[in-house]
T-cell receptor, first 115, second 112 residues
Framework: KAGVTQTPRYLIKTRGQQVTLSCSPI?????VSWYQQTPGQGLQFLFE???????NKGNFPGRFSGRQFSNSRSEMNVSTLELGDSALYLC??????????????FGPGTRLTVL | AQSVTQPDIHITVSEGASLELRCNYS??????LFWYVQSPGQGLQLLLK??????LVQGIKGFEAEFKRSQSSFNLRKPSVHWSDAAEYFC??????????FGAGTRLTVKP
């Protein structure tokens, strides 16, 4: 069974641009959650989607948004990029019944660098 | 304010020795509690979690954790550490307001 895949793996953007990251969950998983990891702030929870609905949300500004498609694939968007958005963005999918509190499997992450 | 504290930034233990990593959280009710491990080759991986019931939780790789309500703690333990356990360990708490917080992490070094 294929694991969680994230694309792209590496990305370089400049301040003010926007970026879209993609996450494909393990087949059969309906919950996808997103996390940001930086040296300064550590690991932070962004949001969780289940069956195309945002179910949980961390404390991030509105520039960070996401969505989930009917095939459970999820995208995360960051608009008006700031230097502080440089981070490793991780996504995880959860085994059925599907919740951020269920057993999660993480992808390798997307390393975003904002110049 | 909701917070998760891992008091030890870095711990070094000898291979074969026992390990305990500390985690404290601030919250009135009982939250959901997790331990994750992150290593360069394996990425981030869930070790174990606690929701309710038996306060001693068994996880993967021989790890266990004990929830102590009176101390607001959820410490991770392993009786005998292996060199492959060298990694960064994160404690996390999922609160009833649907937010999730992580500790700053404890880096484990294993001496041969």
């Amino acid at each position: 069974k294929a694991g969680v895949t994230q694309t792209p793996r590496y990305l370089i953007k400049t301040r003010g641009q926007q970026v879209t990251l993609s996450c494909s969950p393990i087949s059969g998983h309906r919950s996808v959650s997103w996390y940001q990891q930086t040296p300064g702030q550590g690991l932070q929870f962004l949001f969780e989607y289940f069956s195309e609905t945002q179910r949980n949300k961390g404390n991030f500004p509105g520039r960070f948004s996401g969505r989930q498609f009917s095939n459970s694939r999820s995208e995360m968007n960051v608009s008006t990029l700031e230097l502080g958005d440089s981070a490793l963005y991780l996504c995880a999918s959860s085994s059925p019944p599907g919740s951020v509190t269920d057993t999660q499997y993480f992808g390798p992450g997307t390393r975003l660098t904002v110049l | 304010a909701q917070s998760v504290t891992q008091p030890d930034i870095h711990i070094t233990v000898s291979e074969g020795a026992s390990l305990e990593l500390r985690c404290n959280y601030s919250y009135g009710a009982t939250p959901y509690l997790f331990w994750y491990v992150q290593s360069p080759g394996q990425g981030l991986q869930l070790l174990l979690k606690y929701f309710s019931g038996d306060t001693l939780v068994q996880g993967i790789k021989g790890f266990e954790a004990e929830f102590k309500r009176s101390q607001s703690s959820f410490n991770l333990r392993k009786p005998s550490v292996h060199w492959s356990d060298a990694a960064e360990y994160f404690c996390a708490v999922f609160y009833n307001n649907n937010d999730m917080r992580f500790g700053a992490g404890t880096r484990l070094t294993v001496k041969p």
